[in-house]
């Protein structure tokens, strides 16, 4: 999720902070935190961000289940291997 909205945030020509400012922020540490995985974005700001970016909320939404789907298989398979 985070390698697609910084792309999706650097093909719209948009600065961290400009992003961050549109949803209501002061700072750019919002955007830089999503954008480097150490946060998760709200349901609510990935929408707000399709308006931003110019991204249809089915792309979005794709991404954004692909990321759960991810992390879902990456801490089965942590608990699974650690039960060894």
Excluded at 37 to 46: I, M, Q
Excluded at 49 to 67: F, K, Q
């Amino acid at each position: 999720m985070a390698k697609f909205l910084r792309e999706k945030r650097i093909d719209a020509a948009l600065t961290q902070l400009e992003v961050g400012r549109r949803l209501g922020f002061h700072k750019s540490q919002f955007i830089s935190s999503l954008e480097r995985g150490t946060s998760r974005p709200p349901v609510l700001v990935l929408k707000r961000m399709c308006e931003i970016y110019r991204v249809s909320e089915e792309e979005m939404r794709r991404a954004y289940l692909e990321n759960a789907v991810e992390e879902a298989e990456n801490r089965a398979a942590k608990a699974w291997n650690s039960e060894s």
